[in-house]
Structure formats: structure tokens, C-alpha cells
């Protein structure tokens, strides 16, 4: 079995590469920094910047190429920023940061939807059945002081369904 992790070197990421491969599956990790794991034969690890579609395109193109094709994707990858939507701070009021709420949003959910379409692109091609695993949380109905994180895990259920009615035709199944 071939499962692409992104955010492979975080946390949750690195835990579940290790789960895989202790099963005997072949992992591909994504992530914008290295990883613990290159020991493993059967584990490959690429610098990858999941809001950059044209580093996840070439990525996965990679990914083809050692291992012809993608049983599961699981899409981890992502930022938080814990800050309110306005705060005191010395002596005035000041708004959520704009730049850390675009990168919020673009590695949580922009990440997710290119990772996701361009594995199910391969997988539809070359006719095989998958999985989509979008990572959500409780904080996707809102948690005060994560504002982009919860907008953005809100976004993740939205498109986990909108991809499940539309890939499904195809065997490939996208839960959260």
C-alpha cells in the first residue's frame, strides 16, 4: 500500500507514518521541514510547501514515478496561530494578523484541495480505487482566539463532502 502523509514530520504526521510503516506500507511524506523517519527503506520524504501548488505538483509527480501510484492520502499538513480577531496591545486595539491568517489558510485548507485533486487526478488516470483522509478538529465550529484555524478546519468538512459526492463515482472515498 502506497499513503502519502503530508505534514509528515509534525506530531500526528510522524505517528502515523510510523503506524504505516510498521505495517509493512510504503509512505510518502510531505513537509516543509526534514524528517526523523529516513531510515526506514520504505519510507520517502519531500520538502514540500502544501500551499504551493506547483511544489505539490511536482512532488507527486515524483511519488508516481518511485511508486507508479497512491492508495491513500492523508491530509495533515497544517498551522495554527493563536491570536483574537482584535487585541489591546501597547495601549491600542490591533486586528488578527492578515499574513499569519493567509498562511493559516493557505497550508490547512488550499493545501488540502491540491493535495487531494492532484492525487485523485492519478488515482482516477490510472484507474484506481482511494481513500482521502482530511485531518478536522473540534475547533472547526469555532474556538475563540483561532480564528483562521477554525475557519479553516470549517472549510476542511465543506470540501471533505463536496470531494466525497464528487470522487466517489470514481471508488475513491474523502472522509474527515
Known amino acids: 500500500m502506497n499513503i502519502l502523509i503530508t505534514g509528515s514530520s509534525g506530531e500526528i504526521g510522524s505517528y502515523l507514518a510510523m503506524e504505516f510503516l510498521k505495517k509493512g506500507s510504503t509512505v510518502h511524506g510531505l513537509d516543509i521541514t526534514e524528517s ?3 531510515s526506514f527503506d520504505n519510507y520517502n520524504h519531500q520538502i514540500c510547501d502544501v500551499s504551493d501548488v506547483s511544489q505539490v505538483e511536482n512532488c507527486i509527480d515524483m511519488i508516481i514515478k518511485k511508486s507508479s501510484h497512491i492508495n491513500v492520502v492523508i491530509n495533515n499538513a497544517g498551522i495554527i496561530y493563536n491570536s483574537p480577531i482584535i487585541s489591546f496591545s501597547a495601549g491600542k486595539f490591533v486586528n488578527h494578523d492578515f499574513v ?5 489558510v ?3 485548507l488550499n493545501g488540502t484541495f491540491y493535495v487531494s485533486s492532484i492525487a485523485a487526478l492519478n488515482m482516477v488516470k490510472k484507474s484506481h480505487k482511494g481513500l482521502i483522509i482530511n485531518i478536522s478538529s473540534i475547533c472547526s465550529v469555532g474556538n475563540e482566539g483561532q480564528t483562521a484555524y477554525s475557519a479553516s478546519k470549517a472549510g476542511i468538512n465543506s470540501l471533505t463532502y463536496s470531494m466525497d459526492k464528487e470522487l ?3 471508488g475513491i472515498r474523502v472522509v474527515a
Not at 499569519?100 to 493559516?104: A, E, G, L, T
Open 36 to 38: 526523523k523517519l529516513n
Open 100 to 104: 499569519q491568517w493567509k498562511k493559516v
Open 106 to 108: 493557505e497550508s490547512i
Open 168 to 170: 466517489g463515482k470514481y
